[in-house]
């Protein structure tokens, strides 16, 4: 506060336009909900070109710029002298090409990133892994790490655990179905069927109606295999704090959102080992042996460290570790 003729002056808030393109919930939501307790916050959402316009008269009305994922709607952040930070999510980063995810496997998609990595104040990574694609695809060394994080107090477990209730979550096309592993956990599902085992399996998550048929079709000849399709917030989290075991069993994640949430919840992980998966869960969970998928399974099933897991997510991965960082890096520019 500064003083005027004995009177206390309230400080100028920073004005911070908070720019994204997917609708706010999840992990973009945490970030608005910490910079609004502190910041005059404008949130914009991205639908399309015809918000071009728009959105640069508003980067002019701003102090400064946050912008989740570096793509079109941050690249058009870029063309004016305010502060700006971004952050890399995953599909800006990433480049890979054997099934064409990431914006660096196309060359007008990566010039796009390219030109707000120029542009840009401060570059955020999500993970260690998430930073380290960073120079590899874009000659980029300059990121901070700063961990995702999920509101610890709302995700959290509840009474007891269904035995032998194992859950994944993802929403799925055909090309997320097998990025996200899910053709993996039904195989599981599969093979522990038929092995007798007292496990059952949930895909928890929208599907598209190319995947309709396909739903219908598994779980009529795999009887402990559910699709839930769509479900609110509210019901995921009921999964979470059901489920004895969470699999994130993909080929890529840049963090690993869900899996974290369930880990907050004490669910014993099962993961593919894969990009940063490894990294998130520690010494905590168990990874998928592809050679022997059920015998890993059976460890998790008898794993009792559900809260180690929670206790990894509160240290490194809460809402008030994210908020603090995010507070230094804006009192730094």
């Known amino acids: 506060m500064e003083k005027?003729?004995?009177?206390?002056?309230?400080?100028?808030?920073?004005?911070?336009?908070?720019?994204?393109?997917?609708?706010?919930?999840?992990?973009?939501?945490?970030?608005?909900?910490?910079?609004?307790?502190?910041?005059?916050?404008?949130?914009?959402?991205?639908?399309?070109?015809?918000?071009?316009?728009?959105?640069?008269?508003?980067?002019?009305?701003?102090?400064?710029?946050?912008?989740?994922?570096?793509?079109?709607?941050?690249?058009?952040?870029t063309f004016n002298s305010k502060k700006k930070i971004y952050v890399a999510g995953g599909y800006d980063a990433a480049k890979q090409s054997d099934y064409q995810y990431g914006l660096a496997c196309r060359w007008y998609t990566k010039l796009l990133v390219k030109r707000c990595l120029k542009k840009a104040d401060v570059v955020l990574s999500v993970s260690d892994f998430n930073k380290t694609e960073l120079p590899k695809n874009y000659g980029y060394a300059d990121a901070a790490l700063v961990y995702n994080s999920v509101d610890t107090d709302y995700f959290k477990p509840d009474k007891k655990k269904t035995d032998g209730l194992v859950v994944t979550v993802a929403s799925m096309d055909m090309v997320s179905f097998f990025r996200k592993g899910v053709d993996v956990f039904v195989e599981l599902a599969r093979e522990s069927a038929r092995l007798g085992l007292p496990y059952t399996f949930v895909v928890v998550g929208r599907y598209t109606d190319e995947l309709k048929k396909y739903v219908m079709d598994v779980q009529k000849h795999?009887?402990?295999?559910?699709?839930?399709?769509?479900?609110?917030?509210?019901?995921?989290?009921?999964?979470?704090?059901?489920?004895?075991?969470?699999?994130?069993?993909?080929?890529?994640?840049?963090f690993g959102l869900s899996l974290v949430e369930a880990m907050s919840c004490g669910c014993i992980p099962v993961i593919s080992g894969r990009a940063a998966l490894p990294e998130v869960v520690g010494g905590m969970g168990v990874v998928l042996d592809n050679d022997d998928p059920v015998s890993s399974l059976k460890q998790a099933v008898e794993c009792d460290s559900g809260v180690e897991c929670r206790k990894r997510v509160v240290e490194l991965f809460s809402k008030e570790s994210r908020k603090q960082v995010l507070y230094d890096v804006l009192g730094g520019i």
């Open 4 to 77: 005027q003729d004995g009177r206390h002056i309230p400080q100028k808030k920073i004005k911070i336009l908070f720019v994204h393109h997917i609708k706010c919930r999840g992990f973009i939501k945490t970030d608005y909900d910490i910079l609004i307790e502190k910041y005059d916050v404008t949130d914009f959402y991205y639908r399309g070109i015809q918000d071009i316009p728009c959105l640069m008269f508003e980067c002019r009305r701003h102090d400064l710029i946050f912008g989740w994922f570096m793509s079109l709607h941050t690249f058009f952040t």
């Open 222 to 254: 795999i009887p402990n295999l559910q699709f839930t399709g769509f479900v609110s917030d509210e019901e995921l989290l009921k999964w979470y704090q059901k489920a004895m075991v969470y699999c994130q069993l993909s080929k890529y994640e840049s």
